[in-house]
Structures are given as structure tokens and as C-alpha cells.
């Protein structure tokens, strides 16, 4: 019975291992691949490509612009407006533009220096351990998942941004630590995803702009050139490329004037009893 005992422990013990040496070069496995994409030069690659999104933003507005009067033009033409509303509208339009090329870097760089030189909170290392393997593994799973290149394409940058985010919490205004108090903890943690957006601020209006563009020449050439529409989704996102940046500004500002009155009301107790 002894004999029989230790082969059967001896089996046991030789599967665990093989199980452990398994998951130990699974574990390996992601750790390098998240060092090949964290430890490379491209691991700040999201501040080098906002500063070349903020170079080239006017331009796209610029663009954006004249594709709005351009699209004013044919349709007032083709309506067969008035000359002096056509040219009040187009004298409004040139305003408008010369107006949102004048706030668009400022509005901008206004939301993203809300986290510069900005650590004033601490997030545990693991949380962030966790975001670089759901982010890599995510990203994985789509290569596999059948959709749409492009759905893929999207999902993937999100996943490797989520992933470059995690590495470099400085870039969110976090710094990789443990929090003083619980509740500290759970208020960063409620707080990272607006963090996470203001970012990536610039990118979201570099793809608000891009997706204007795209939608209202889409409009305007399955209507044949004559489409209120794309005339509308051109304006639209010429003032939203302002007021977006402001909303974002002072919804950043009340998350945190509220994260304030959480800190206050925690600490309370404590400063009752000293």
C-alpha cells in the first residue's frame, strides 16, 4: 500500500509541476510582450503624436472650413437663395471659422494641462498590472474574433493605448503607488476613467474633426452635392471642436471640486477626535 501511495504522490506531484512549469511560461510569455511594447522607444509615443495632432490640427480645420462653405455655396445656389442672405451666411460661416481656428489651441491644450506635473494621487501598481493584461490580452482575442477590420483596428489601438496608459500612468496624472486610505483609493479609482479621457483629449478631437469631414463628404456626395445635412454635420462639428474642450474643462473641474467634498467629509471623523 506504501508503494502504491508514493507513485500515486509521486504522480501527483510530477503533473503539478508540469502544470506550475506551464503557467510559469505563460506568465513569461505576457510579461515579455508587454516589455516589447512598454520598454521601446514608442512607449511615449502618445505624447510625441499629440504634439504632431496639435501641429497639424488647424489644418484639418482649415480643411473642415472650407468644405463648410464650399457646402454652403452649392446648396444656396441650388436652393436658389437671395444673393444677400447667401452672403450674410457666408460672412457668418468665414466668422465662425476664423473664430474656432483662434480658440482651438487653446480650448485644447486648456483640457490637457489639467494633468500636467499632476501626481497628486496614488494607484496601486497591481491595478495597473491588471489594465496592461486585460488591455494585451483583449487586443489578442480580437485577432481571433472574426469581425470587421476595422471594428479590429479600432478595438486594437484602444487595447495598446490602454495598455501604453498603464505603463505610463504619469501621462493620466496618477502615479504608481499605494493610496494612503481606502478611500482615496476608490476616489482615483472612480476618477481614472475621466482621466484616461483628458489624455487623450487631443486624440478625441482629431477624431471628432476626422469624422466630421468623413460624414458630411459621405452626405454630400451620395446627395449628389445638394445636401442640408452635410451642411449641418460641417457646422456642427466646427462649434463642437470649441465647446467640447470647455464642457470637458469644467465637467473635469466639478468631478473634482466633488472629489473634494468626498475627501472632506471622510477625513471629518478623524479631525473631530484630534
Same mark, same amino acid.
Given at each position: 500500500?506504501?508503494?502504491?501511495?508514493? /507513485?500515486?504522490?509521486?504522480?501527483?506531484?510530477?503533473?503539478?509541476?508540469?502544470?506550475?512549469?506551464?503557467?510559469? &511560461?505563460?506568465?513569461?510569455?505576457?510579461?515579455?510582450?508587454?516589455?516589447?511594447?512598454?520598454?521601446?522607444?514608442?512607449?511615449?509615443?502618445? &505624447? =510625441?503624436?499629440?504634439?504632431? =495632432?496639435?501641429?497639424?490640427?488647424?489644418?484639418? *480645420?482649415?480643411?473642415?472650413?472650407?468644405?463648410? !462653405?464650399?457646402?454652403?455655396?452649392?446648396?444656396?445656389?441650388?436652393?436658389? %437663395?437671395?444673393? @444677400? #442672405?447667401?452672403?450674410? @451666411?457666408?460672412? @457668418? %460661416?468665414?466668422?465662425? *471659422?476664423?473664430? !474656432?481656428?483662434?480658440?482651438?489651441?487653446?480650448?485644447? #491644450?486648456?483640457?490637457?494641462?489639467?494633468?500636467?506635473?499632476?501626481?497628486?494621487?496614488?494607484?496601486?501598481?497591481? !491595478?495597473?498590472?491588471?489594465?496592461?493584461?486585460?488591455?494585451?490580452?483583449?487586443?489578442?482575442?480580437?485577432?481571433?474574433?472574426?469581425?470587421?477590420?476595422?471594428?479590429?483596428?479600432? *478595438?486594437?489601438?484602444?487595447?495598446?493605448?490602454?495598455?501604453?496608459?498603464?505603463?505610463?500612468?504619469?501621462?493620466?496624472?496618477?502615479?504608481?503607488?499605494?493610496?494612503? /486610505?481606502?478611500? +482615496?483609493?476608490?476616489?482615483?479609482?472612480?476618477?481614472?476613467?475621466?482621466? *484616461?479621457?483628458?489624455?487623450?483629449?487631443?486624440? =478625441?478631437?482629431?477624431?471628432?474633426?476626422?469624422?466630421?469631414?468623413?460624414? @458630411?463628404?459621405?452626405?454630400?456626395? +451620395?446627395?449628389?452635392?445638394?445636401?442640408?445635412?452635410?451642411? +449641418? #454635420?460641417?457646422?456642427?462639428?466646427? !462649434? %463642437?471642436?470649441?465647446?467640447?474642450?470647455?464642457?470637458? $474643462?469644467?465637467? $473635469?473641474?466639478?468631478? /473634482?471640486?466633488?472629489?473634494?467634498?468626498?475627501?472632506?467629509?471622510?477625513?471629518?471623523? &478623524?479631525?473631530?477626535? &484630534?
Amino acid at each position: 500500500m506504501s508503494e502504491t501511495n508514493m /507513485n500515486v504522490e509521486n504522480s501527483g506531484s510530477g503533473i503539478e509541476a508540469k502544470i506550475t512549469g506551464i503557467f510559469d &511560461k505563460m506568465n513569461s510569455c505576457i510579461d515579455k510582450t508587454l516589455g516589447f511594447i512598454v520598454d521601446h522607444p514608442w512607449a511615449n509615443w502618445l &505624447k =510625441v503624436g499629440e504634439k504632431y =495632432v496639435l501641429r497639424y490640427l488647424p489644418l484639418a *480645420v482649415a480643411f473642415l472650413g472650407a468644405l463648410t !462653405v464650399l457646402s454652403t455655396i452649392i446648396v444656396a445656389c441650388r436652393a436658389d %437663395l437671395g444673393f @444677400g #442672405t447667401v452672403l450674410k @451666411g457666408l460672412l @457668418g %460661416l468665414v466668422v465662425l *471659422v476664423a473664430f !474656432v481656428l483662434y480658440l482651438l489651441p487653446k480650448t485644447t #491644450t486648456l483640457v490637457t494641462s489639467l494633468l500636467d506635473n499632476r501626481e497628486d494621487e496614488a494607484i496601486r501598481p497591481q !491595478v495597473l498590472g491588471v489594465m496592461k493584461t486585460v488591455g494585451l490580452v483583449f487586443a489578442a482575442s480580437l485577432l481571433f474574433s472574426g469581425c470587421d477590420f476595422v471594428q479590429v483596428l479600432v *478595438v486594437l489601438v484602444v487595447s495598446l493605448v490602454l495598455v501604453v496608459l498603464a505603463a505610463n500612468p504619469k501621462i493620466m496624472g496618477v502615479k504608481a503607488d499605494c493610496p494612503p /486610505n481606502y478611500s +482615496e483609493e476608490l476616489i482615483t479609482l472612480c476618477l481614472l476613467p475621466y482621466k *484616461v479621457f483628458v489624455a487623450l483629449f487631443t486624440y =478625441v478631437i482629431a477624431g471628432l474633426v476626422i469624422g466630421g469631414v468623413v460624414i @458630411g463628404l459621405t452626405e454630400l456626395f +451620395e446627395s449628389e452635392f445638394y445636401s442640408i445635412e452635410a451642411v +449641418e #454635420t460641417f457646422t456642427g462639428t466646427l !462649434v %463642437l471642436t470649441v465647446v467640447l474642450p470647455l464642457i470637458a $474643462y469644467f465637467i $473635469y473641474l466639478f468631478v /473634482n471640486f466633488f472629489a473634494e467634498i468626498v475627501r472632506a467629509i471622510v477625513s471629518l471623523p &478623524k479631525k473631530l477626535d &484630534k
